[in-house]
């Protein structure tokens, strides 16, 4: 049912003419009420998609490639082949699969040197069962909607940040530039600015036996090379026919010291990642028209999730903005800080803090977008969360439901720590990291500049609101054969007997 102060006076006479027509048909009272009841919340829905003009098209006015495109196709292969990685053992792909919400299923990713470097999801671990990379992997679905910044830190950012343009309209900054200056090598939108910096990552692609002590650069023109055939790279792979499809892909007869180059393979991996464009949700076919398209749940959750909590909602919308969800800026929300962290010392990762230099950016990550999320658990910058569930509470209390993550020994309950030796002593200052990230939520809502409201949502709510975050999943990333466009073939989308074909771990291809 409706709080009250959900139905404005601007609905009323809506509730009167409802009453009066209702009362005149057939049924029961308790079906009568349930239909006024349903009506009433779709009005007030209805009202709020007006004044908020949120019926719009999440692509328009983009320029957006096909999956079917030969640059595209090209980006398919690279994503999937481990000869972009330094010891040939990982790729693009083994954090972020297509069929595993375009992140990889896990807390945190495990990135070279996997026990069984085709397995995905839970049952992936490195030597020591241990997460060597220090936060979630984000989804790359929708990243061609980006238009501020990319990665949980905001590292790869647009300077402009103008809308529809993923960064291609001003310089974007990058860490080898540094924060606000513009990297003239960051190609020409954010996904291509984006797809330089995993092959440079120890923990991630490179690894500490390739291009030990390098620079970037070095590192890219290397990988370059080795799919290129040429130079240093010569003969890397036993396999090699890179060049034919670049020339495919770029309708050109270059050679491949003109055709491969590292620029040109981060064009072809962001026009592949830019291609998985899923926004065609239940939430969006409302929007579209299609009225029947929520449950009533899911109606009511969308109230709650649009109204502040001052009027007895969420306020999620204060972060959660715009048709990607996402204001695209960093907020402190106080998730546990479980995993490595960030080379702060103590397992901690001062967030958004390490990119700016700002002490008041500590502990402040990028909004995610909330399009597809029912399928990118689990959530936050550490993936503490394992559920939607989890996450309301936190925002619900984050203080109490942080306390109970740590005396409930929660991480342990997590797929890729259960069966880990000694969970429960694993990342001894967890929870004073995450209680520091707490105080600093309260000193920002004590001072006004958290956008954080705090809610008192009881658990039907929740669960409205719940069924409301899984009506923004576009049912294609839940169905294989829809999918299967973006996952590589064995035979067509391998150049170099490279290709990635992930399994679970009972070895059922993903």
């Given amino acids: 049912m409706l709080n009250s102060t959900h139905i404005t006076k601007s609905k009323m006479w809506w509730w009167v003419f409802l009453v009066s027509a209702l009362q005149g048909c057939g049924g029961g009272e308790g079906e009568n009420d349930q239909t006024m009841t349903q009506a009433v919340a779709q009005t007030e829905l209805d009202s709020i998609i007006r004044n908020l003009n949120l019926a719009v098209d999440p692509i328009a006015g983009r320029t957006l490639p096909s999956i079917n495109d030969p640059l595209p196709q090209l980006g398919k292969k690279l994503f999937f082949s481990k000869s972009l990685s330094g010891d040939l053992d990982v790729a693009c792909a083994s954090c972020h699969h297509p069929m595993l919400g375009g992140g990889d299923a896990l807390s945190l990713p495990i990135g070279i040197n996997a026990v069984q470097p085709q397995v995905m999801g839970a049952g992936r671990v490195d030597g020591d069962d241990l997460p060597d990379v220090p936060r979630n992997s984000p989804t790359v679905f929708n990243v061609a909607l980006w238009d501020t910044s990319l990665f949980w830190d905001s590292r790869v950012e647009s300077l402009g940040k103008e809308s529809g343009q993923n960064g291609a309209a001003s ?11 513009v990297d003239a090598n960051a190609g020409g939108n954010l996904a291509m600015a984006q797809a330089r910096f995993p092959v440079t990552s120890v923990e991630e692609m490179k690894d500490t036996t390739f291009e030990t002590g390098e620079t970037n650069t070095s590192i890219r023109d290397h990988l370059a090379a080795r799919i290129g055939d040429v130079g240093e790279g010569a003969g890397e792979l036993a396999t090699n026919d890179w060049l034919s499809a ?8 270059a050679n491949a010291n003109t055709l491969i180059t590292f620029d040109n393979i981060a064009l072809a991996i962001a026009e592949y990642q830019r291609s998985m ?12 028209g299609n009225t029947s398209a929520l449950s009533d749940d899911a109606i009511e959750g969308a109230i709650l999730f649009f109204t502040s909590a001052a009027e007895n909602g969420g306020g999620c919308v204060n972060c959660h903005s715009g048709s990607l969800f996402s204001d695209g800026q960093q907020h402190t929300v106080g998730f546990p800080q479980i995993g490595p962290g960030q080379g702060v010392g103590n397992d901690d990762d001062f967030g958004r803090e390490l990119v700016t230099g700002e002490r008041d950016d500590r502990y402040r990550y990028r909004t995610p977008s909330l ?46 720590f259960e069966n880990v030796s000694g969970c429960t ?57 829809c999918m299967l466009p973006w996952i590589a073939d064995e035979v067509a989308d391998n150049p170099d007997d490279q290709v990635l074909i992930a399994t ?3 070895g059922v291809n993903l």
């Fill in 277 to 288: 464009v899923f926004v065609n949700s239940p939430w969006q076919n409302y929007l579209d």
């Fill in 371 to 416: 399009l597809n999320v029912s399928v990118t658990a689990p959530y936050g910058h550490s993936g503490a969360y394992a559920s939607l569930n989890d996450v309301l509470r936190h925002y619900n209390n984050p203080r109490n439901t942080v306390d109970d993550f740590f005396d409930d020994d929660e991480l342990c309950d997590l797929a890729q």
């Fill in 425 to 481: 002593s694993l990342y001894p200052d967890a929870r004073q990291n995450s209680f520091r990230a707490l105080n600093k939520l309260d000193d920002e809502q004590d001072d006004g500049t958290s956008l954080f409201q705090n809610v008192g949502l009881n658990g039907n709510e929740r669960n409205q609101l719940e069924a409301f975050l899984n009506a923004l999943t576009d049912p294609c990333v839940t169905n294989r054969s």
């Fill in 171 to 181: 310089g974007i900054s990058t860490p080898d530039s540094g924060v606000g200056v």
């Fill in 504 to 506: 679970d771990i009972n």
């Fill in 246 to 253: 670049f020339q495919t892909a770029f309708n050109s007869s």
